[in-house]
């Protein structure tokens, strides 16, 4: 699944802290393909400013990531959760549809 930048931010945030031994071996996974590398940090010409990040949108090509059924199945979790509680935000409606769980 292609994410770009935002995506990937807002789902390193997503991810769960806590939980059992397999599922935090998938999860330490998954943040280490969601994060950036030194190339792509250059790319994108990151500044932290406070606790806000800017880039450069223009470099954004998006990155392919690969969920297996267990780290897709984490992400569609939280997701449903955070709907059930009625705590959805706007920037998880991109996320949120491309797990096939809009309309």
């Known amino acids: 699944m292609e994410l770009t930048v935002t995506e990937r ?4 945030q997503l991810l769960p802290q806590e939980g059992d031994y397999t599922t935090l071996k998938i999860v330490r996974r998954l943040r280490e ?14 500044v932290q400013d406070g606790e806000r990040i800017h880039w450069n949108p223009e470099t954004d090509l998006g990155k392919e990531i690969d969920f297996g059924g267990k780290a897709h199945s984490i992400v569609v979790d ?19 549809e491309k797990f096939g769980l809009g309309d």
């Open 9 to 12: 931010l807002v789902l390193l």
């Open 33 to 46: 393909e969601l994060s950036f590398d030194e190339g792509e940090h250059a790319a994108l010409g990151f």
């Open 78 to 96: 939280k997701l449903e959760e955070l709907n059930k509680k009625g705590a959805l935000r706007e920037e998880h409606l991109p996320l949120y």
